[in-house]
């Protein structure tokens, strides 16, 4: 937002507080939001807790909603024992990524995976396995945390190989040049003294060694 409203989150609900006017506004159940590079939307996450029988049933939802027409578009819903986390916006405002976690068939060990979507809700799909806490980078791609890597990736492959593909051009067409063109020297010019056969510069009028005079 801009520097006189800010988006926080208190008690399961997200507030936009605005400074000046001071005055708060209630933006819906939810948590994990975060404001679009436009400022005119936020992604979030939402519950939705439904009772079957004799027991209730929870799910994550991911949720766009426009600030300004409070309009609300559902992007996801998770499955059940699964949970949606982590939404981030890309830097063009046209995907929107976020963490899917579930139980596995091992009690208390759950695992992860990113997904992508799109602020319509369209082109939902999963990028990969075993991440977490995942950002846009600000070269093309995405960083998240893998866990079972215990290091950051980074998915911008082909732009980092296409950096390194130019350098090594470069450096390519660098050697060539110097092969196929061969460094010229230019050989100094001289006179030789008819009288005693001395080499002398082509500027002398005069033998440096016996005085004859040059021709």
Not at 72 to 88: F, G, Q, R, T, Y
């Amino acid at each position: 937002m801009n520097d006189n409203k800010i988006i926080y989150e208190s008690e399961g609900y997200i507030w936009n507080y605005d400074i000046v006017a001071k005055k708060t506004q209630d933006l819906g159940e939810g948590w994990n939001a975060e404001i679009s590079p436009d400022e005119k939307k936020l992604v979030y996450i939402s519950s939705d807790r439904k009772k079957a029988g004799e027991q209730w049933i929870n799910r994550s939802n991911l949720l766009v909603r426009d600030i300004s027409s409070e309009k609300v578009v559902k992007l996801s819903m998770s499955d059940i024992n699964e949970e949606l986390w982590a939404p981030s916006w890309s830097l063009d405002g046209k995907k929107i990524i976020f963490i899917k976690t579930g139980l596995q068939n091992t009690p208390y060990k759950s695992e992860s995976s990113l997904w992508s979507v799109s602020p319509d809700g369209l082109n939902l799909k999963k990028l990969t396995d075993n991440a977490s806490s995942p950002k846009w980078a600000s070269m093309p791609g995405i960083s998240f945390i893998s866990p079972s890597l215990a290091k950051i990736l980074i998915l911008s492959v082909i732009a980092f190989t296409g950096i390194l593909s130019l350098f090594g051009i470069f450096l390519i067409a660098r050697k060539t040049i110097k092969a196929v063109v061969p460094e010229v020297k230019v050989a100094s010019r001289s006179v030789f003294c008819t009288q005693c056969g001395k080499q002398n510069p082509a500027s002398a009028t005069y033998c440096t060694i016996c005085g004859e005079k040059l021709k």
